[in-house]
């Protein structure tokens, strides 16, 4: 078993849906999480950071994070052509440890 | 700012070539990684620098060299490249201080084809 797990996809959406985005993980001592967006033939750049549980907000975008279950999502509202990307999450535990990251699932927006 | 800049963009070598890929970051940030991306792979660690002077394998060392030249740059070396290690090649940096995020951030990424 993969130490991060995310359906690769792709996704497609209509625009205006929610889109929702979801990984799942084994490493219970994993504190920090992020979402990273990468369009074709970029680097990924920082969507989102949550620290241990909850949900945090930033315009459309929502992350959400429970530990008990070991699920993560991202929530995408009124979509938009432009958030057709792959998403990639990552985690970590710890100061000195190195992120994780999951394989990514490709989203597409049709207009 | 330029951020984290990568050099070359592309590159296609033969089989038993040497190269080296060079990053740089612009930000002050303590640590620099590399990372290679494959098709359901995700980004998997090859070496990371904590700090200017120290590197530290990742997940997929076999076959690569680094160098933290200073506290900018950090190069990343395949000394006779394989097939295998055809892939897009990421750089990335982060403050990695006790207490924060950690976030990365990363450059454009190099695409390297090895026939």
């Known amino acids: 078993q993969k130490e991060v797990e995310q359906d690769p996809g792709p996704l497609s959406v209509p625009e205006g849906a929610i889109v929702s985005l979801n990984c799942t993980y084994s490493?219970?001592?994993?504190?920090?999480f992020m979402w990273y967006r990468q369009y074709s033939r970029k680097g990924p750049e920082l969507l989102m950071y949550?620290?241990?549980?909850g949900n945090k907000e930033d315009g459309r975008f929502t992350a959400q994070v429970d530990k008990s279950s070991k699920y993560i999502s991202l929530f995408i509202r009124d979509s938009q052509p432009s958030d057709s990307a792959t998403y990639l999450c990552a985690m970590k535990g710890g100061y000195g440890q190195n992120f994780v990251f999951g394989p990514g699932t490709r989203l597409s927006v049709l207009p | 700012n330029a951020g984290v800049t990568q050099t070359p963009k592309f590159q296609v070598l033969k089989t038993g070539q040497s190269m080296t890929l060079q990053c740089a970051q612009d930000?002050?940030?303590?640590?620099m990684y590399w990372y290679r991306q494959d098709p359901g792979m995700g980004l998997r660690l090859i070496y990371y620098?904590?700090?200017?002077?120290?590197?530290d394998k990742g997940e997929v060392p076999n076959g690569y060299n680094v160098s933290r030249l200073n506290k900018r740059e950090f190069s990343l070396r395949l000394e006779s490249a394989a097939p295998s290690q055809t892939s897009v090649y990421f750089c990335?940096?982060?403050?990695?201080?006790?207490?924060?995020?950690?976030?990365?951030?990363f450059g454009p990424g190099t695409r390297l084809t090895v026939l």
């Open positions: 990335a940096s982060s403050v990695r201080t006790s207490g924060s995020s950690d976030t990365q951030y």
């Open positions: 490493n219970s001592a994993f504190q920090y």
């Open positions: 620098s904590a700090s200017e002077g120290t590197t």
């Open positions: 930000m002050n940030h303590n640590s």
């Open positions: 949550t620290y241990s549980s």
